[in-house]
C-alpha cells in the first residue's frame, strides 16, 4: 500500500492500522475530519494480516464466520473511504505537544502533525515466541513456521504443531483435513484453547501427544525429521516431517508508548468513560486502551473507536454534537 507525502496537519493522527484503527478512520471519516494512519507495519489490519489471516473469526457482528484476511480487506476499504493518508513502514517512538498552536507532532521516519491523537496499538509491536534451540534461525523460511499466510503450503505434508493455544488447536483443525499427516504436540494435558476447538482436534485427524516436548529438528536444506520427548519419562521418538509449526505464545511490547506521560495500567493506556487519557487531546481504543470492565476483543475495540472519535470531534470543535446521529442518516 503506497504512502502519501502529503505532511499537512489533521485533525485524527491515528497511531496503528489494525481493525480498531481502520474502523476509527472511518468513523472519523464521516465526521469529516482528516486522518492519518501510521503503523510500524508495512501493509494495515494489524494483527488480523499479522497473526492469522487465514483463521476464521465468529464474533464479530454481523458475520457468522469471516475469514480474518477478508475481514482486514474489508476494513480497508471502509476505513479509507474518506480518503485518509496512511504512512505505513513507520514506528512512531516520540510524541511531543507544543502549546502555542496546541498540535501534537508523532515523530517516526518524518514529523506527523495532528490536533488530535488517537492511539490504537493493540498490543504494541508483537513477535512470536521463537524456538529456543540452536540451529531454529537455520530453518527460516525452510519448513519452520511461527505464522500462516497460505494454507496450501501445507497442502499433503507432515506437519508438526507446538503448542497447546487457540493457534496451535485451530491450526490443527485447519491444516489436518489437507496435511498427508499432522501431530501435534502439547507440553501438558490441559489446553489453553476454546473448548469446542480442542473437541473438535480430538474427534479429528490430528495425532495428539500430550506432555511431550520438541527436541530438535533436524534436516540438510529444509527440514526432514523432528525428535520429540515425553517429559515425564524422557524417552525420545524421531518424526519424518516436512514443516513445524510453533505457537507457542507471542512476545510484546508497547516500547516507546510507555514514556509519553500517559498513564499505564499492566501495559495498557489507562482511559475514562470517553476513551480520554490523561493527557489532553490524547486518545486510545482497542486492546491497547484499559479501563474497568475492558475485554479485548474486535467487537469491543469497535465500540470504542467510535467513542474516542466522537470526543476527538467534540474536543477539536466544541460546537460539535459528540452523538453525529445515525450513519443510515447522514448520506
Ligand atoms: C490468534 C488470534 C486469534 C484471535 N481471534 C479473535 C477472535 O476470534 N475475535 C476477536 O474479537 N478477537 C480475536 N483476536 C484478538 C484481535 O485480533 C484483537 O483484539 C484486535 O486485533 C485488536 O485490534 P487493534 O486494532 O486494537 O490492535 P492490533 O490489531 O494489534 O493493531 C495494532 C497496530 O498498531 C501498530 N503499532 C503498535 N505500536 C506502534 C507504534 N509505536 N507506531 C506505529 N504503529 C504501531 C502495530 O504494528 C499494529 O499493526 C485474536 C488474536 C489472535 C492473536
Known sequence: MANNNDNSVVDLAIIGGGPVGLFAAFYAGMR??????IDSLKVLGGQLITLYPEKYIYDVAG??????????????????QYGARTSLGEQITELSFDPQ?????????TDHVAKTVLICA????????????????????????????????????????????????????????????????HRRDGFRAH????????????NLKVFYELKSIIGDKRIEHATIYDNRTKR??????????????????????????LEIDH????????????????????????HPGKLKLIATG?????????????YIDPGARVFPGHSSEMR
Not at 469529516?32 to 494512519?37: G, R
Not at 457468522?64 to 480497508?76: E, G, Q, T
Open 32 to 37: 469529516s475530519m482528516s486522518v492519518n494512519i
Open 63 to 80: 458475520f457468522p464466520k469471516v475469514l480474518a484476511k477478508d475481514l482486514a480487506a474489508n476494513l480497508i476499504e471502509q476505513g479509507l
Open 101 to 109: 498552536s496546541a498540535l501534537y507532532t508523532l515523530h517516526g521516519l
Open 122 to 185: 493493540g498490543i504494541g509491536s508483537f513477535q512470536p515466541k521463537t524456538l529456543p534451540l540452536p540451529n531454529a534461525e537455520s530453518f527460516h523460511e525452510r519448513g519452520l513456521y511461527y505464522a500462516i499466510s497460505h494454507l496450501d503450503e501445507f497442502k499433503d505434508k507432515r506437519v508438526l504443531i507446538v503448542g497447546g493455544g487457540d493457534s496451535a488447536v485451530d491450526w490443527a483443525n485447519a491444516i489436518s483435513p489437507i496435511a498427508r499427516e499432522t501431530t501435534l504436540i
Open 195 to 206: 473448548e469446542d476447538s480442542v473437541a473438535k482436534m480430538r474427534a479429528g485427524r490430528t
Open 236 to 261: 525420545e521418538e524421531t518424526l519424518d516431517v516436512d514443516a513445524v509449526l510453533v505457537n507457542i505464545g507471542f512476545s510484546s511490547s508497547l516500547g516507546p508508548i510507555m514514556h509519553w506521560g
Open 267 to 290: 501495559g495498557q493506556i489507562v482511559v475514562n468513560q470517553q476513551m480520554a487519557t490523561n493527557r489532553a487531546g490524547i486518545f486510545a481504543a482497542g486492546d491497547v486502551a484499559q
Open 302 to 314: 469497535f465500540a470504542e473507536a467510535c467513542i474516542a472519535v466522537n470526543y476527538a470531534k467534540h
